[in-house]
């Protein structure tokens, strides 16, 4: 063996070697802080959400092939790079050099808002277009399948990368011979700019073509490395870890003998997450590299045999080849490992896993174990002492000693027998979402019967997800064996599988009685599809096309984003003698701080010092958000989990993780410990003030009315999940107190207030400087103020940089979310659907502090009403103080709640009238000119055109119809079809917090830079203000610039949100221009066909100033809460949204079929970005109210702190069909240029899905003869859809009585 080997490999086709690398550095790390490759993002840390992909290729010398992958680089420890080439976003193409054509698409064809998850995007299609030129739309999903992004709703991204494939233009839907990119935004007149810019700003044919022959080529170098035999097993080694590479399997063995407890890491995709963030640690690793025996791919007589490095997939490659070449009665487990490959994880963890790190893992929810445990799989192994075989069952699957490997052993490969005639296998798997999420269950299941007798003779079922480990089910199955394939069977298969594989109440992963239907609900899915193929019958659903938009003008940093130019506050260079800052949070949801040791972290190295409350001072200035947190960090007592106690300071980034694990608190537990919003109600734990906005005489109407209905729903909070985790680098100025704070933020004026105040400066001392911000939603608007302060203060008492960046689960955790919410209602109606009297009451869970959320339950009781009129309610409100972390501001503010709560009760009042849902709606609506319940005037011309519309584009009669009819041929599937209004307001509840600033200069030489209160988090605004700028100077977008948001140049800002930043900055730079263009009228005149150069050196030469600031004053926005009277709103938005889903009543999935959204949105300044950000809100609504379900354990911790376990939509989940249109425009006097603001309406548009899956399981209950009240709370999961739809096997499941234990997690 040679120690001290030098690592070689290749960046972008530039050699790296490294001579004293650290065997715990990943790949992530190493591009972004050594090479500074900072195109590549951080997103989770985990594999989880693909904004680290990169391309890694390696050149195998037998096949004399290169293999390109594509990677997710935070996982990928660079010792495991040896020989590879490593392609980055940097590498494909750049501004300063050539745009490759993906980029270049991506951003044209408007895939990118934020742009933080674009680079992984490039990669991961690049990667795909390395080896397929022209790929079908198949391998497009495929290849997208583990790439998050937040902003986009993916269409666009889809749109982007279909212009590669062989069939298309770029929508490859030429309806009546016109492509998307053709024909303008859904038949809206085009945007009429002084002609400077068209709709048809790009078509197809612009587009730079794929050139394969112009890509990287793989170096020379590496490929006579691997081509030499003389290799020798490289070590590398650190203080802490040593890893070891044997290049042979002489080499590997004698590794295993000397370190028998060394993993051997193949792809780290189990390795590196139990390290990161179970904190295992392996002293050594051992890392095989190309040996041959490892990746055999042998086809015997009695099946495959495959190397135990064989990626997962390379084994879905060659089981296609297979099932492709093979009769289909030797292929069923082939067949099945196929199914689940397809959903396992993501293209990028498939390419890194290998099937022996798979199998050799045993994880409790691995999907492929339980088919190879049910299969006969058999396992080949060797050690010094020889070689054996072993089988794939149920001991080895629990560790068994004696069925298990052997330290010293190594897997060298498995055999997956052919099946046979009669033997019939499949897989089963439900998870919170489609793709790339771990399975909720899974299931292998295997049967034999003899000879076309239909008896059973071999049976073996396997479940994972339900315990430990993977569980078979041997005991039941054997009691089947002798017994015939009929529904008696069945019966008794499930009785004695629900007895042996038992699931106590309180066991880890909660949703015991959703995993005991499954178990069974799989076993009958078995015994339909064999019972069917025994029949000789099959059939296929078919997939539907789909439809996109058109777009005008590019986000200002679209290519920016796609080249991974575009810099974030990471991104940004180390400053000298920088410094990293982490923190320590509380583990307790209440309790007393009894003391806190940081002795053994402040003697680690590179620690540099450690805050705790005491250092900090209290906050002196009055921040209504920190009316209980006036501690920057807690000393005496922490009230949720999550609370920041202690920030540790060390030289980097390791040192100071370390450090902060080192930090020992002692707790002593507090009563009461208040988690949910019943336990608040309870204990009368709420925030003060109560809300209340009464209209009509609630309590008279009541008496008229026909019927009464009382009901409740609760709905569950939401993570913001932006792409960029809360970021921040603090720079001292060395002079008069001068400090710079550069922060990915929603509200600099905050932050530069709370670090004014911590450092005690004055506020002209401190500037805040935001660039871009990669996605926000809300959560960057309170909570990065207490993160900067301490950093600030950190950075001021060191006199050094400090940088803050904190890991996804630390910034889930701490930083809130949307509030979970229980809306009571009592609703008086007449029996034609006319609802005459409601009485709500909202609550929301706060959290422990009181953040926004009295101001999101004021927004949600001004809102409460959406499109309908009732002419007497009744709403109070109160945020509950809880122990959980506090919630906060999130796209939509209180508004998706309360209007969930509302058309709960509508669709409840339509089914006591035994009346259509949208019949109901309809009825209840406003009426043209009408009042709101705080006495608004109103006019909803547009809200029933939107409404009239959206039946209509959806044929929403013909479609109900078809609905109606397939829900009657068929009992386990059903569909569902619902349509919801919308009326979104748009205001900020003063005058003074709709103020904006702005700054234009025009230069000597013609070019203007443009500076706004606003900030760039994705939607677009910056983009906006040039084309505003331009529209008012009559100049080109090309001369105008804008860098970025700071204090320094626009002082006292609002924070940016509530879908007006556009609005309100847009006609402060209106302003601005027009100042300009009045001063420089003489000019102009004088001087008509000028250029912009020649007007601004006249000016220059006559002294007139070329720089202006503008101003706008805000909108009107009043409103009394002792009267519940005022004008709190300028304008609504108005839309309606047409859904239509199906789901599987057996396993509680669901399918979005097609969504249809009219939206008024005004005049749109850029149809582009409207429609970006309609449908990024209406794919984040659909998780909201479908599969984004936060866990908290029954003290207080979150779970869900990662992409791994909380899921936000991925490709997989966008509606196969989605149609936005706009209405025509009309006028609206008040606003910039006619236009609405739409960052946050489209959000609540996604309860259409959920009323759509609602209609589907009423459907079910009805045929199931349970035609009662279905009152279904947000969001509505598998979980709950599976259990909504009653059936023999959700009776059959034991049920543990409430209390009798303790639950893994409880909804708060
Ligand atoms: C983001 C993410 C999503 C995932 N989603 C899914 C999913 O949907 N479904 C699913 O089933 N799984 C999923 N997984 C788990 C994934 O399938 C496993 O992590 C993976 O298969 C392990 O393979 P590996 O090569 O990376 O193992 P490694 O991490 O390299 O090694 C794992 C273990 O196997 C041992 N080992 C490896 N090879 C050998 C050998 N030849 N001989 C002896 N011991 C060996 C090692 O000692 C180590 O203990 C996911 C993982 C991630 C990170
Ligand atoms: S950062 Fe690597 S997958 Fe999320
Ligand atoms: S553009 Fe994809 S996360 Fe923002």
Not at 823 to 843: C, Q, S, T, V, W
């Amino acid at each position: 063996m040679e120690g001290g080997a030098e690592l070689l490999f290749y960046v972008n086709g530039r050699k790296v070697t490294e001579k004293n690398v650290d065997p715990e550095t990943m790949l992530l790390p190493y591009l972004r802080k050594k090479l500074r490759l900072t195109g590549t993002k951080y997103g989770c840390g985990g594999g989880g959400c693909g904004a680290c992909t990169v391309m890694i290729s390696r050149y195998n010398p037998i096949t004399k092939k290169i293999r390109h992958y594509p990677a997710n680089a935070c996982l990928t420890p660079i010792c495991s790079l040896y020989g590879a080439a490593v392609t980055t976003v940097e590498g494909i193409g750049s501004t300063k050099t050539r745009i490759h054509p993906v980029q270049e698409r991506i951003a044209k064809c408007h895939g990118t808002q934020c742009g933080f998850c674009t680079p992984g995007m490039v990669m991961s299609l690049y990667t795909l277009l390395r080896n397929h030129p022209e790929p079908t739309l198949t391998q497009l999903n495929d290849a997208l399948g583990g790439n998050l992004c937040r902003c986009t709703g993916y269409r666009p991204i889809i749109n982007a990368c279909k212009t590669f494939c062989k069939t298309s233009g770029c929508c490859q839907s030429k309806e009546n011979g016109v492509c998307c990119l053709d024909q303008g935004i859904n038949g809206l007149p085009e945007f009429e700019e002084g002609n400077e810019t068209s709709l048809k700003l790009f078509s197809e044919e612009e587009f730079l073509p794929l050139d394969p022959t112009q890509e990287l080529i793989f170096p020379p170098e590496l490929m006579t490395m691997a081509e030499k035999k003389t290799q020798k097993t490289r070590i590398f080694g650190s203080d802490r870890m040593t890893w070891i590479s044997p290049v042979t399997l002489k080499e590997l063995l004698e590794a295993k003998v000397k370190y028998p407890q060394a993993p051997v890491v193949m792809g780290n995709t189990s390795v590196g997450p139990d390290m990161k963030f179970k904190g295992i640690f392996h002293p050594v690793i051992i890392s095989p590299d190309r040996i041959e025996e490892l990746s055999v791919v042998n086809y015997t007589d009695n099946g495959l045999t495959l190397g135990a490095a064989v990626s997962l997939a390379e084994v879905k490659d060659i089981l296609a080849n297979v099932t492709r070449k093979l009769p289909e009665e030797k292929t069923q487990m082939y067949h099945a490992l196929l199914k689940h490959l397809e959903t396992l994880a993501g293209p990028q963890i498939r390419n890194m896993a290998s099937l022996g790190g798979h199998i050799v893992s045993r994880h409790p929810d691995s999907d492929l174990n339980p088919l190879l445990a049910v299969g006969n799989c058999t396992l080949n192994l060797l050690s010094k002492e020889g070689r054996r075989q072993i089988p794939l069952n149920e001991q080895f699957l629990r560790k068994c000693p004696s069925a298990d490997l052997k330290p010293e052993e190594i897997l060298i490969s498995v055999n997956i027998p052919y099946s046979r005639k009669w033997e019939f296998v499949s897989a089963f798997r439900q998870a919170q979402r489609q793709q790339n999420a771990l399975a909720i269950v899974n299931s292998g299941m295997r049967v034999c019967f003899g000879k076309g007798d239909g008896i059973i003779r071999e049976l073996s079922i396997a479940y994972g997800g339900v315990g430990p480990t993977t569980i078979l089910a041997n005991n039941s199955c054997q009691k089947l064996i002798g017994r015939p394939w009929n529904e008696e069977m069945l019966d008794a298969a499930c009785r004695l599988i629900l007895d042996e594989v038992s699931l106590p109440g309180s066991a880890p992963g909660g949703r015991v009685e959703f995993k005991r239907t499954l178990i069974v609900s799989f076993l009958f899915k078995f015994y339909l599809e064999v019972s069917q193929i025994l029949k000789g019958m099959n059939a296929d659903p078919k997939q539907l096309s789909q439809d996109p938009v058109g777009h005008p003008i590019m986000h200002l940093s679209g290519i920016k984003h796609a080249t991974g130019e575009a810099v974030y506050c990471d991104d940004m260079p180390v400053v000298d003698r920088e410094l990293f800052l982490t923190f320590v949070t509380s583990s307790r949801a209440h309790a007393k701080i009894v003391s806190i040791d940081v002795s053994a972290a402040l003697s680690l190295p590179g620690v540099v010092d450690i805050l705790t409350g005491e250092h900090l001072p209290s906050i002196t200035t009055t921040f209504d958000f920190l009316t209980d947190a006036d501690q920057l960090l807690s000393t005496d007592e922490v009230s949720c989990v999550g609370q920041l106690v202690c920030a540790v300071i060390a030289d980097s980034e390791v040192q100071a993780r370390r450090a902060a694990q080192q930090v020992k608190i002692v707790y002593q537990d507090l009563e009461p410990v208040i988690l949910t919003i019943e336990e608040a109600i309870q204990n009368k734990s709420f925030f003060e003030p109560e809300r209340k906005l009464e209209y009509g005489n609630v309590d008279e109407a009541f008496k008229v009315v026909d019927q009464i209905l009382e009901g409740e729903i609760h709905m569950g909070g939401q993570e913001h999940f932006y792409m960029e985790t809360q970021s921040m680098l603090v720079v001292p100025k060395g002079e008069d107190r001068e400090i710079d704070v550069y922060v990915s933020a929603q509200f600099p004026k905050y932050i530069q207030d709370i670090t004014a105040s911590v450092l005690k400066v004055s506020a002209n001392k401190v500037m805040c400087h935001v660039k871009r911000v990669g996605g926000a939603f809300g959560g960057k608007v309170t909570k990065t103020g207490v993160l900067a302060a301490i950093t600030a203060f950190a950075a001021n008492k060191h006199g050094r940089p400090v940088r803050c960046i904190l890991e996804r689960g630390e910034d889930i955790l701490i930083t809130g979310g949307r509030h979970p919410y229980l809306g009571k209602y009592k609703a008086g109606f007449m029996n034609d659907g006319r609802i005459l009297a409601l009485d709500m009451e909202h609550y929301n869970n706060a959290g422990a502090f009181l953040d926004e959320s009295l101001f999101v339950i004021e927004m949600g009781l001004l809102k409460l009403e959406n499109a309908y009129k009732f002419p007497n309610l009744r709403c109070r409100g109160w945020a509950c103080r809880t122990n959980l972390p506090s919630n906060t501001a999130l796209r939509g503010f209180g508004f998706p709640q309360a209007g969930l709560i509302t058309e709960a009760c509508i669709t409840e009042v339509a089914a006591k009238c035994g009346l259509p849902p949208e019949k109901v709606r309809m009825i209840n609506m406003y009426k043209e000119i009408d009042q709101t319940p705080y006495k608004q005037e109103i006019n909803t011309k547009n809200l029933t055109q939107c409404w009239k519309e959206c039946m209509a584009t959806s044929s929403y009669t013909l479609r109900k119809a078809a609905v109606e009819k397939f829900n009657s041929e068929n009992y386990w599937k059903k569909k569902g079809l619902a349509m919801v209004p919308l009326k979104y307001p748009i205001g900020l509840g003063s005058v003074a917090a709709g103020q904006a600033a702005a700054l234009v200069h025009i230069y000597l030489d013609g070019s203007v830079l443009v500076t706004h209160g606003g900030i760039e988090m994705g939607q677009g605004v910056h983009t906006k203000m040039i084309q505003v700028a331009s529209r008012e100077l009559r100049m080109p977008l090309s001369s105008i610039h804008l860098r970025g948001t700071s204090t320094e140049t626009i002082p006292n800002t609002n924070p940016s949100g509530g879908s007006v930043v556009a609005d309100l900055n847009g006609l402060a730079v209106k302003d601005a221009c027009q100042t300009l263009l009045k001063r420089l009228k003489p000019i102009i005149s004088k001087n008509p066909k000028g250029t912009w150069k020649d007007w601004a050196q006249a000016a220059f030469n006559e002294s007139i100033s070329l720089s202006a600031t503008g101003y706008f004053r805000g909108y009107e926005s009043n409103i009394n809460w002792e009267t519940g009277e005022g004008h709190p709103f300028e304008y609504f938005v108005y839309g309606a949204a047409c859904s239509e889903v199906e789901i599987d009543c057996l396993t509680g999935a669901h399918k979005n079929i097609r969504t249809d959204i009219v939206m008024d949105v005004g005049y749109s300044i850029n149809p582009a970005l409207d429609v970006g950000q309609i449908e990024g809100a209406f794919i984040q609504g659909m998780g909201l109210y479908t599969i984004e379900e936060l866990n908290y354990s029954p003290q207080g911790v979150l779970y869900t702190r990662g992409p791994n376990q909380y899921k936000i939509p991925a490709i997989c989940d966008i509606p196969m069909e989605l149609h936005i249109s706009f209405l025509p425009p009309s006028e609206n006097s008040n606003t910039l240029y006619s236009s609405k603001g739409l960052g946050e309406s489209g959000i609540f548009l996604g309860c259409s899905v959920f009323f759509a899956i609602h209609d589907a399981i009423r459907a079910a209950r009805q045929e199931r003869g349970l035609p009662g009240p279905l009152r279904l709370n947000s969001p509505l999961t598998p979980e709950k859809i599976r259990m909504a739809c009653e059936d023999k096997f959700t009776k059959m499941i034991p049920r543990d009585e409430p209390g009798s234990y303790v639950p893994w997690s409880v909804p708060i």
